[in-house]
Every structure is written in structure tokens, then in C-alpha cells.
């Protein structure tokens, strides 16, 4: 499955990504802002894989002009409440300044909200992580909860769509000729399948 518009695609993520994904994730300047910072192995790269390789787990490549630079996801969806945990790691250094984030970011949500049916997303951030913290109140994230090094902010689709710089954006998002492409698969939920069948 690819989602193709606002100057990026998100390329669902395959078995034979998952060395590159690691690769970015053992990075230093990756790594040190998770909240499992240790280098991953290979063995436990395929074991990550094969627990999210599923209809509740939507993790995507990030590409620029066919170019990889990083991972985006949608995560531990819960077909009953809708809610799901975000998160994006920028894998090739030089992109982190650009805009190429917060576009990626905008359109994975849009996605979320109106394709994958979600009422809310929640996001995880370290304290320290000021930079992440700014960017995510940036999308209309709000704090729900903070527990030590732990902040969970919450969003919904109604506050993103009224974030001020968001609305600007998602204006120009539904002008714009974006794309959902691929074949239906036991790794979508069914509503996803459904929209992909139409698109054939």
C-alpha cells in the first residue's frame, strides 16, 4: 500500500525493508530520543516485524522523489475504540530540517482520520525531547498525561483539523491529486480493503 501526495509518498513497509529501518534506527541521533535506546539486533529486527506485520500496525517508508529518508507509523489500533499510538523517526540526517517531516506527518493523520477511521491518536515523547514535544503541540497534540520522563499527548481529528497552520495545510492537501494505492491484504483492516478495491 503507498499513499501518494504533499510532496512525499509512504510506502508500506515489507520484509525487505526492515534491515534499511534498522540500520536508521541504531543510529545515535535516532536512538538516543526513543525509550528503548539499546542497538537492535537482526534477530530481533524479524521478531519486531512479524509482530506488526498486521491490520492493527501501520508503519510506512518514507520517500522523497523514490529516495528512503525515514520511518512513519500508526500503531496497536484498536478496532473498538479507533485510537492508535503515532510515531516518526527520520532516518537520513540531512531531511531533519526540512519540511519533508511535518508533511509526511499531516498526511499519514489525514490518512488516519479519513481513511483508516481513527477518532484519536495518542503520541509518546521524552520529556527531554523538546524539539519532538514542539512539534507535535505544532500539529494540535495536546498533553494528556506525563509521568516521569514519559508525555503521552492526545489528538483528535476534530482538533487537527482545527489547528490554524494544519487547516492552511489540509486546504491544500484535499486540492491536491493525493493517492491511495495497492491490493486489498489480510494485513489491512476491512474498511482499508475497501477502499482499495474501489481504487482497482
Not at 489528538?155 to 487547516?167: H, I, P, R
Amino acid at each position: 500500500m503507498i499513499l501518494s501526495g504533499f510532496g512525499v509518498s509512504l510506502r508500506r513497509i515489507t520484509q525487505a525493508d526492515i534491515e534499511q529501518v534498522r540500520a536508521w534506527r541504531n543510529q545515535d541521533f535516532v536512538r538516543n530520543q526513543m525509550f528503548q535506546s539499546e542497538l537492535i539486533t537482526e534477530v530481533q529486527q524479524v521478531a519486531w516485524f512479524d509482530t506488526v506485520n498486521n491490520p492493527f500496525n501501520y508503519y510506512f517508508i518514507i520517500e522523497v522523489n523514490d529516495k528512503p529518508i525515514g520511518v512513519i507509523y500508526a500503531k496497536n489500533v484498536n478496532p473498538e475504540s479507533m485510537v492508535g499510538e503515532g510515531g516518526i523517526f527520520i532516518g537520513e540526517q540531512p531531511y531533519l530540517t526540512t519540511d519533508l517531516p511535518g508533511r509526511a506527518s499531516i498526511w499519514l493523520l489525514y490518512f488516519c482520520f479519513n481513511k483508516l477511521g481513527l477518532n484519536s491518536s495518542l503520541i509518546r515523547v521524552k520529556k527531554s525531547n523538546e524539539a519532538a514535544l514542539w512539534y507535535n503541540q505544532f500539529l494540535g497534540y495536546e498533553i494528556a498525561s506525563h509521568q516521569g520522563e514519559e508525555i503521552i499527548l492526545s489528538l483528535t481529528k476534530e482538533a487537527f483539523e482545527d489547528s490554524m497552520v494544519v487547516s492552511r495545510i489540509l486546504r491544500t492537501l484535499r486540492r491536491e491529486s493525493v493517492q491511495l494505492t495497492g491490493t486489498p491484504s489480510e494485513n489491512n483492516l476491512n474498511r482499508i480493503n475497501e477502499l482499495l478495491r474501489v481504487k482497482r
